[in-house]
């Protein structure tokens, strides 16, 4: 390459990628171990360099998710480790986390439940800022659990957080978990079956299926969140759930035959309305 800056951010221009020139940053700065901000106009590589950037930029045209590619991903305020087994952490999911944050201050929370946790990036962080806060992460994958289990040793807090291999669809959920909890937290898989192909090649083809298909009518998952929370929580508990576009009233309504009530709706970077505040209002 004559300039590898220019060069791979003309490359992944033509190629129609977002963000070309933050990622072409952050993939030189993976070759080069340093920060993003740190990368010059003019830097150079060696031979083998070029070739590991070459095949980067390679997967990246084909459009796999930067994540995926150099194996780790900023959320929140703190970096995870990614791979084809988990649903790449998303900005969307940060706002849940900021709403968890706001009454993990204000409440009395000291137990919270994790359902999908995938990557470990929601109870991972919301650990990491509260140490007084224990945690259970339960998931159907045990390939996402061994890359939880990894991000929340590098947090530091893996004494903290028990994680469950299970399905929460099963019958016998409840008596695994064994325990009641003061707040619990999950994107759930919300996109309906038949949508899944009209996906971004990024998500369709890259996250994990068991984490996207929400059955029929995307809602699949919610309904068994709402059957099984009231024996999870503890009195006056909440949930939060990140929910797809124009879910809300269909959500809102699942949880309130199980008697919860809606605290607020929360939109996106987009302004869609993409997180949920419940609450249990009987004992």
Known sequence: MNNVFSDTLATLIEAGIENPRMETRIMLAEILKCTPSEIASDCRLTEPQEQTLKNMINLRIMHCPLDKIVGHREF????????????????????????ACRIIKTQKITDILDLGV???????????????????GADISAAALKIAEQNLINLGINGRCRLLEADYC???????????FDMIVGNPPYIPSAEIETLATEVKKYDPGIALDGGTDGLKYYRKIADIAPFLLNKNGYILLEIGKNQENDVENIFSVNNFALCKTVPDLS??????ILQKTVA
């Open 76 to 99: 929140y305020k703190y970096d995870f480790i990614t791979s084809s087994d988990v649903l790449s952490p998303r900005p969307d999911t940060e706002i849940l986390v900021e709403e």
């Open 118 to 136: 995938g990557s470990g990036c929601i109870i991972g962080s919301l650990l990491a800022d509260f140490p007084h806060l224990y945690g259970v």
């Open 170 to 180: 099963a019958e016998n959920f409840i008596s695994l978990v064994n325990k009641k």
């Open 271 to 276: 302004g869609i309305n993409r997180c949920l």
